[in-house]
């Protein structure tokens, strides 16, 4: 009890302390996880929206790929990433296994799904609203999709919080396509799992507190927007 | 105006089956498009869903509607709806998105909006969120996005239902505005004050059947169908069970 009491003690110093080699870790974590999360929407977004407004041949299936792929194992998703980057892989000569554009590419993989799942859910709730109106005023449903998104810009901003928020507490993925290379790919949560093991734990732990005060900041932060919106916007 | 012609409008047999059920049945009669038509009826009759029809956002199941004899959907029309949806943005903007979706040049925008703006009386509220405005300045809004199209004809669902009646006086006054601008107006409601009042001509609806089609005076005073005598007499039960949409 008393070795675990000491570790809080130390982790809290290390955090007050400004340690170089722990703000070096989570300013790559949260470099790569914002880098993974707008990737991911800038795909995600208009594709949930076309996957509720537009009718287009393979829509249904297209629906239940999005909606299995929120169930993808994390460390699948790494090791068809790693197969796909490696030398002998498809995209062996870019050269970038074990690099943060790998991390950035598996976790904007994983983080897709769940944004065009949750933008395809907004969205089609809007359509049913906005449809009449729009069509109406001569808008075809191609054209309502980007209308109904800038419309949708606070709900989907929760969305894209929710999406950096699954991309930084990613591990199985980060750990195979990073490697966890010191000073290179180590990311949070990569090196809590490392300094766990090696009984490191005060190192372990400010990561810890720091990612989940990340975590929990974002979580509040979309709390407040939905709040605001509610109020100011109808 | 060398604009070709839209007029008569016409409905050819329309009818139109919604979830199973008949909404409108053989559907016959042909506005010149200088009267201004109420359609009158009881809820359920198909008031909305004939507007919808003229309009073209539901297809007729049967028979058709006509422009001039063609069946082909004008651009110079268009519709405002009992609860009109508006775009979380500034009151203005939602007139000047209406504008651009229909080809109008960025650089004229801004003056066609403010100008339809203008002529609601929401001026002073033009830079306002849309959502947060009451029900009756939302209302005069879409009249307001409405006519900034230019349209030849507009289609009014309920214009004044449910707003209070200093709203439904602001609103009743753009409507005349609008139709002295040169517009065909045709509004369903089941005011029958409103009617008489903006009202030049009646449709009067049952049970998704045409029962008339006369002028206000006439429909007021001798109507013909017993349908409509009752009608004016209170006696029609209001269905509660079908939505009157």
Known sequence: MHDILSSFGIALRLIAGGNAELWRIVALSLEVSLAS??????????????????????????IVALNALLGLPSVVVGLVVYLLLSRAGPLGNLGILFTPKAIILAQALLVLPIVAALARQFVEDAWREYREQLTSLGVSARRAVPTLLWDLRLSLLTV??????????????????????????????TAIALETTKGDLPLALALGMILLTVVLALNAAAYAIREWSARHHG | MASPALFPLEARGLGVVLGGHAALERVDFALDGRARVAVLGANGA??????????????????????????????????????????????????????????????????????????VGLAHLADRPARVLSGGEQQRLALARA??????????????????????????????????????????????????????????LHEGRLTEHTPVEAFFTAPRSAEAVRFLKGELPWSTASPDS
């Open chain 1, 37 to 62: 999360a707008m990737l991911a929407c800038a795909v995600g977004l208009p594709l949930g929206g076309l996957v509720a407004v537009c009718a287009f041949p393979g829509r249904r299936a297209m």
């Open chain 1, 160 to 189: 894209v919080l929710a999406g950096f928020g699954r991309a930084a507490s990613e591990v199985g993925a980060v750990m195979i396509v990073g490697g966890n290379i010191d000073g290179v790919t180590r990311v949070m949560t």
């Open chain 2, 46 to 119: 198909g008031k909305s869903v004939l507007l919808r029809a003229l309009h073209g956002l539901v297809p007729p199941t049967s028979g058709e509607v006509l422009w001039a004899g063609s069946p082909a959907r004008p651009r110079e029309q268009a519709m405002v709806f009992q609860r009109p949806v508006m775009l979380r943005r500034s009151a203005l903007a939602n007139v000047e998105y209406a504008l651009s979706v229909n080809g109008i040049a960025r650089a004229r925008l801004r003056v066609r909006a403010w100008e339809a703006i203008d002529r």
């Open chain 2, 147 to 204: 006519w900034s199209l230019r349209p030849r004809v507009i289609f009014l669902d309920e214009p004044t239902t449910s707003l209070d009646p200093s709203a439904a006086a602001e609103v009743e006054r753009v409507i005349d505005e609008i139709h002295a601008a040169g517009t065909a107006i045709v509004f369903t409601t089941h005011q029958l004050g409103l009617a008489r009042r903006v009202a030049d001509e009646i449709l009067f």
